[in-house]
């Protein structure tokens, strides 16, 4: 799949855009939604640099519900945030116009102030005005994430029930109802993953080591874990931690996830035109199915697995010994070495966010067989992420903290999440 902007998109060895501050990527979607993208639901997202600046910081505190914070509550040019405390108190934080940053909001609402529509397959668990990121308009952009947006009357109202307090410098802070959850990748999913963190003698990168899952606040604070999702009490603040997103930061919004990429990033990624490249090769080495001697072929697009009407080109593979065949019907026994395991059909992983460099793809992610590169397997067999309901084709017994690949979501193996592909060539 290609959009608009594709040729431009920088690669391998090119400089970012320096109009882009960088580009959110829904999990789960292989380039586009399941459904196909639309004009205003996509499977990702670029924060441009705007026009004019819109930014917002906040301001003028007013304590109780005077009519001079009413005026601003119903402002439909101010921003503000109302907590409300209990049926007699409600604080009310006015923001003001900030020249040096732009926000970008996120959320299931399709109302004017989100930038980014999102909707999982739970729709009512992703709030209508999920979480906002403001970037600085100057390098280098320090992307920071806040729970909640504000709705079309620039206002944020958190209710009674809200997980909300007075912080130790006097200011109110919150959690939203499902919370937004933040995890930073350690050491990351950019160019410094594979250089400068080798061991001594070794041309292997250090192995990757998933950050902690966090909660931020309304305000930008970082907390642990509350015990349950939606409990009212909030975990421990983090005062180490900080709400900048890092290259590969993984945003989870109850039902859908989010992938941060910067631009530098990006820059060492394959684009769309390189990953098509890479099927080309993979079929010019005309690989062959060993049992039945034809030629095996990667679609441009992923075909409808039709076990009744199958295309005999499809490459499929044993994932455990990672040979590849075209269907057989014997089942699950690999002809070539007789290992018994699950045979699964191959799909190329096209959402070029997901890869973690822009080498040929070499390896499969089991069980649902997306190829990508060896260190783009290996990265994502590492990294946990929270189940949710909303992943309804998760198995019932996955509870927690859970590996799964990028491209469909699906939970990856927990003894053997990827194995190197082994094609056989009439060379």
């Known amino acids: 799949m290609s959009f608009p902007g594709s040729e431009s998109r920088p690669g391998p060895g090119l400089d970012p855009d320096p109009g882009v501050y960088g580009q959110l990527f829904v999990l789960g979607c292989n380039g586009s939604l399941p459904g196909g993208d639309t004009q205003l639901l996509k499977s990702r997202f670029v924060l441009r640099r705007r026009e004019t600046p819109n930014g917002v910081a906040r301001s003028t505190v007013h304590p109780e519900y005077t009519p001079q914070a009413a005026k601003v509550v119903n402002n439909r040019l101010k921003h503000s945030i109302s907590f409300r405390v209990n049926h007699k108190q409600t604080v009310v934080v006015e923001y003001v116009r900030d020249s040096n940053t732009d926000m970008f909001q996120i959320g299931r609402s399709s109302e004017d102030p989100i930038d980014f529509v999102v909707c999982g397959s739970d729709p009512a668990a992703v709030s209508r005005f999920a979480c906002r990121i403001i970037c600085s308009r100057t390098p280098p952009y320090s992307p920071r994430i806040y729970a909640a947006g504000f709705d079309d009357s620039n206002n944020i109202v958190l209710g009674a029930k809200a997980s909300k307090w007075r912080a130790a410098d006097g200011h109110m802070d919150a959690l939203t109802t499902n919370g937004v959850l933040v995890m930073n990748p350690a050491p990351g999913m950019g160019p ?236």
């Open 192 to 427: 410094e993953t594979k250089a400068g963190l080798c061991e001594p003698g070794s041309s292997e990168p250090e192995s990757f080591k998933p950050g902690l899952w966090k909660e931020v606040s309304v305000c930008g604070n970082i907390f642990s874990l509350r015990e349950t999702r939606a409990a009212p009490k909030r975990g421990k603040r983090l005062r180490s931690e900080s709400n900048l997103l890092l290259d590969g930061s993984l945003i989870d919004l109850c039902g859908v996830m989010l992938l941060w990429r910067s631009m530098e990033g990006l820059s060492h990624c394959p684009t769309d035109a390189q990953l098509e490249s890479h099927r080309l090769e993979l079929n010019s080495d005309r690989p062959q199915c060993p049992v039945g001697y034809y030629t095996l072929n990667f679609p441009r697009r992923p075909p409808q697995l039709d076990l009744a009407n199958l295309d005999p080109k499809q490459p499929w593979v044993y994932v455990r010994c990672g040979h590849v065949h075209g269907y057989l019907e014997w089942g699950n026994q690999c002809p070539m070495c007789r290992t018994k395991c699950d045979y699964v059909p191959l799909w190329l992983g096209r959402e070029r966010g997901f890869y973690v460099d822009s080498e040929k793809p070499t390896h499969a992610l089991v069980p649902c067989g997306h190829v990508c590169s060896r260190q783009t397997a290996e990265y994502w067999s590492q990294v946990r992420t929270p189940h949710t309901p909303a992943q309804g084709h998760a198995p019932e017994q996955v509870s927690g903290l859970h590996t799964s690949c990028p491209f469909c979501l699906k939970p990856l193996d927990a003894h053997r999440p990827n194995v190197q592909l082994i094609f056989q060539t009439p060379y």
